[in-house]
């Protein structure tokens, strides 16, 4: 997985107004209409180091440890797994009781 700065071609130490238009710069690469997995991609990044308090954050803490639904399959172990991915996500998406 790369980092929100490497997906926005930016320095780690970069300040809001360069976050900004290293966003702006890479929309324009990758519009929703022609690529939406890029623009999820560039969007996730943005969400993630768009201030400067989450961008310390981030260099401090690392990533969120569960981002995404795709990492929670991650936790589960190998032999667990052998039910698929649609009985763990209907588990995560069954509200709680």
Known sequence: MLSPFAILDIED??????VRAAYIRALRRCPPDRDPEGFGRIREAYEA???AEKRLAYRVLGPPPLGRVEDVFDLIPGERRHVGPAAWLNVLREPQR
């Open 13 to 18: 130490d970069a300040d809001d107004a360069t």
């Open 49 to 51: 180091i768009r201030d």
